[in-house]
């Protein structure tokens, strides 16, 4: 089974506008930045959790990707819940970011992901040494459950998008 049966085609047209701001308008927009940790090895710990999924893992959320590390054109589904309650995410990698001072990836929603828009995670590295991560997205309803949910939607968000930041603060400072 191909990635556009199993899941559908991206079900938003701006793909790739977490890369450059403004975000589109008509989206709940979030933007969380955080600081880390300090010095390279920080920031290659954190970078590598990012693009390696293990950030998402650790936060609890089940991640099954087409690669081992975050490619453009990679099928990903996030899922959090338990049992039946279970909520699936099917996105794609949209963009990646391997440089000396930034890393990270963006990815956007598919068919049957509760959401329509994208999200990206980039973890950087600042003149001063101190690294930083940086979680943006833009997003709408795309389920009945996510409209009649409606504005603990974006609570939700903020709340899981501080979990990532907890998860990889102490990724970056090797106490996980």
Do not use: K
Not at 99 to 124: C, K, Q
């Amino acid at each position: 089974m191909n990635r556009t049966s199993r899941s559908g085609a991206l079900n938003y047209p701006e793909t790739g506008a977490t890369r450059s701001l403004p975000l589109p308008p008509g989206y709940h927009h979030l933007q969380v930045r955080s600081p880390i940790g300090y010095g390279r090895t920080a920031f290659e710990a954190a970078g590598a959790a990012v693009t390696g999924w293990r950030m998402h893992r650790h936060s609890g959320a089940r991640v099954v990707a087409e690669s081992p590390r975050a490619e453009p054109g990679t099928f990903v589904e996030v899922s959090v819940g338990c049992g039946p309650l279970r909520f699936r995410a099917p996105c794609e990698v949209i963009w990646t970011a391997y440089e000396t001072g930034r890393t990270g990836f963006a990815y956007g929603t598919r068919g049957r992901h509760p959401e329509s828009g994208e999200e990206s995670f980039v973890v950087e590295l600042a003149e001063d040494g101190t690294v930083w991560f940086m979680v943006t997205a833009f997003s709408r309803p795309a389920s009945w459950y996510t409209r009649l949910a409606g504005p603990l939607v974006p609570v939700l968000q903020r709340a899981y998008a501080r979990r990532l930041t907890a998860v990889l603060r102490r990724i970056a400072a090797g106490t996980t």
